[in-house]
């Protein structure tokens, strides 16, 4: 009894004595497949042309917006060296205010003292008579006043001799 599913001997024979044919080779696969690629390759040059136009027009659109952020970082650079300036003469002009507190301490102090001084003799003089009455003098050269002292000297200065 022989296999349904196998061939018969004789088959199997003859496929032996005869030379296998040549497969059909596939040209037009791969004439397909090259003209697809070659599409899509057209496709993704073309895209990326476009994308690279949009970019420049996009990087045109936001020029002045650099600028602009360009000025904004300049102008807060010199901005923030002035506050850091300020801060340095604020801190100098602090600690000259706190050494000059204790002077103006001190000098304040020596005002009081001065007052005190004042005051006592602003007392003193207030107890002191405003005139006094002074005796006449007796004597002496009669209302007349004494006859300037005679000198006969001279110095050396300007060649004089």
């Given at each position: 009894m022989t296999n349904p599913l196998r061939p018969a001997d004789a088959?199997?024979?003859?496929?032996r004595e005869d030379p296998p044919k040549p497969r059909p080779?596939?040209?037009?696969?791969?004439?397909?497949?090259g003209l697809s690629a070659s599409a899509y390759a057209f496709s993704l040059a073309t895209v990326s042309r476009l994308q690279v136009a949009d970019d420049r027009d996009l990087i045109a659109e936001r020029a002045p917006v650099e600028r602009a952020i360009g000025l904004l970082r300049r102008t807060h650079d010199t901005l923030e060296a002035n506050i850091d300036r300020a801060r340095l003469v604020y801190g100098d002009a602090s600690t000259g205010y706190g050494s000059l507190v204790g002077s103006v301490a001190e000098t304040q102090a020596s005002l009081d003292a001065l007052a005190r001084i004042i005051a006592e003799l602003e007392g003193i003089g207030a107890n002191t008579p405003t005139h006094l009455s002074l005796p006449a003098i007796q004597g002496g050269l009669g209302g007349q006043s004494a006859p300037p002292p005679k000198h006969h000297a001279t110095t050396g200065a300007s060649g004089a001799k």
């Open positions: 088959d199997r024979e003859r496929r080779r596939p040209y037009h696969v791969v004439v397909a497949l």
